[in-house]
């Protein structure tokens, strides 16, 4: 019998289509009259109909969110809420943009509403991420978990079918370490489970039709189940190389996860057999296999949905592939295989590369 210790995070989810238009009731549930709306440039358009919604409760927005929450731009946000008088901030899209309101609420600890676009999964957990000097720092934190979530499908109708698969590949990777964590537990693996079925899942379905309403609300199920899992537990190898990635050398978030994932699983397959038969499990993989069967099933999946598969696709420089190794042994952290940095080397450029993943 596995002995455990469970944490439930207090998050309000509102799921189901057409959901958005309860988020005046949302804030008012916060007791909140003056809320900041949270932004990227491209996604201005849904940053005012946010606006309109709440009317006089909205205070102004901020759609300057960026990719890994640069400090110039979390503390601009910062300045724009104190000067508006905010007392709470929605943040609508993907990623950056959830990023930005935690960013907010580290510091002054302003009540956020998640409102996603994307798969990321990031609403549901009280991780932050800071770019400073061309660093990626994370953390946890109880006052950066979003208080309310909505999830409404017919927000993701439009989103791009290649960003439709990398999102929902940054989801899986979410539920896979969580499979491996040191401080998991049977709920989690649950959970996790569960989360890559439907994740996975979802993109066939999406591919026939980018507007199938119903896969996209499977989609969106599964970023929920996959966010919760990696806020309940400690991140590995797979999210810290992700991270060195992204911050270090601004690498697009989602596309990073999906190249690195089946690299990351490899390396920790022989010392995590349990977790890659539940994803095998997820994946509809029959039978036991071999430890690779798993890794092999993740990199033949983003294939088959024409996902980048290598580093160098997503504007990775060869020279800066032995930084990327350093800093990723910089600092140890729980990993079922310990962490040495020629092995991670390899994997590297065989990520750079486009190659299988291998022991």
């Known amino acids: 019998m596995q002995a455990f210790i469970h944490q439930a995070h207090p998050s309000r989810v509102v799921f189901g289509p057409g959901t958005l238009a309860q988020l005046p009731d949302e804030v008012e549930r916060l007791g909140a009259r003056r809320a900041l709306i949270l932004s990227t440039p491209e996604q201005l358009a849904s940053a005012e ?5 709440l009317g006089a409760r909205a205070a102004g927005l ?11 731009s979390a503390r601009e946000a910062r300045d724009e809420a104190r000067r508006l008088g905010a007392d709470c901030a929605v943040a609508i899209g993907g990623g950056s943009t959830t990023g930005l309101g935690k ?3 580290l510091d002054s600890g302003l009540p956020i509403i998640a409102v996603p ?32 979530v909505i999830y409404d499908p017919e927000l993701t109708l439009t989103l791009p079918l290649a960003m439709t698969v990398t999102s929902a590949f940054n989801a899986i990777a979410h539920a896979a370490e969580g499979l491996y964590a040191s401080d998991g537990n049977p709920i989690i693996a649950l959970m996790a489970e569960e989360g890559i079925r439907a994740s996975a899942a979802a993109l066939a ?3 026939n039709d980018p507007r199938d309403l119903e896969a996209r609300g499977d989609a969106l199920y599964g970023a929920w189940l996959c966010g919760s899992v990696l806020g309940a537990v400690a991140m590995g190898l797979h999210h810290k190389l992700c991270h060195t990635l992204g911050g270090s050398f601004n690498l697009p978030h989602a596309e990073v996860h999906t190249v690195i994932l089946p690299h990351a699983l490899a390396y920790n397959a022989s010392a995590a057999e349990g977790a890659m038969r539940r994803i095998g499990r997820a994946l509809g993989i029959q039978g036991e296999g071999d430890s690779l069967s798993a890794p092999r099933a993740i990199h033949d999946l983003a294939r088959r949905y024409h996902a980048p598969v290598s580093l160098a696709q997503i504007g990775m420089r060869a020279d800066g592939l032995d930084r990327a190794a350093d800093l990723a042994v910089q600092n140890q952290y729980p990993n079922p295989r310990p962490l040495e940095r020629a092995a991670l080397r390899a994997l590297l450029q065989r990520a750079f590369d486009g190659d299988a993943p291998a022991l």
């Open 62 to 72: 901020f759609p300057k969110a960026t990719m890994h929450v640069p400090i110039e």
């Open 49 to 53: 109909r946010v606006a309109w919604l």
């Open 103 to 105: 960013a907010i609420a």
């Open 117 to 148: 676009t994307t798969y990321a999964g990031s609403e549901m957990t009280p991780i932050y991420g800071i770019t400073e000097g061309g660093v990626k720092k994370t953390g946890r934190d109880a006052r950066v978990l979003p208080r309310t």
């Open 205 to 207: 379905p999406l591919q």
